[in-house]
């Protein structure tokens, strides 16, 4: 098991830009394939991005194509979602997710989760 914690989340405006941050610790980092997911109030977690353990392959959620990028740093433990022209749609808890398996957007293939970011764009 790994234990994950995410930061970086808060309040920003439409079209500004976040960092989030997840920080693994208690199991080898490098051996984990990184997910994030998000949760609005009312709505089922949804994917958002995936990348695999060497950081070589990557996966993204078709709404933030382009805006987003999942990134790690195998060295510090580190996974990190660079979150850029935020929408208000894009208001949510956000869970950083890893899994030994592989490389997925399905949330019920990853084994441990954070306790999650809230992420706020105003309009």
């Known amino acids: 098991q790994v234990q994950l914690v995410e930061s970086g989340g808060g309040l920003v405006q439409a079209g500004g830009s976040l960092t989030l941050s997840c920080a693994a610790s208690?199991?080898?980092?490098?051996?984990?394939?990184m997910g994030w997911f998000r949760q609005a109030p009312g709505k089922k977690r949804e994917f958002v991005a995936a990348?695999?353990?060497?950081?070589?392959?990557?996966s993204y959620a078709d709404s933030v194509k382009g805006r987003f990028t999942i990134s790690r740093d195998n060295a510090k433990n580190k996974a990190y979602l660079q979150m850029n022209s935020l929408k208000p749609e894009d208001t949510a808890v956000y869970y950083c997710?890893?899994?030994?398996?592989?490389?997925?957007?399905?949330?019920?293939?990853?084994?441990?989760w954070g306790q999650g970011t809230q992420v706020t764009v105003s309009s």
């Open positions: 997710a890893a899994n030994v398996r592989r490389l997925t957007g399905w949330a019920d293939e990853y084994d441990d």
């Open positions: 208690g199991r080898t980092f490098s051996n984990y394939n």
């Open positions: 990348m695999d353990w060497s950081g070589s392959s990557t």
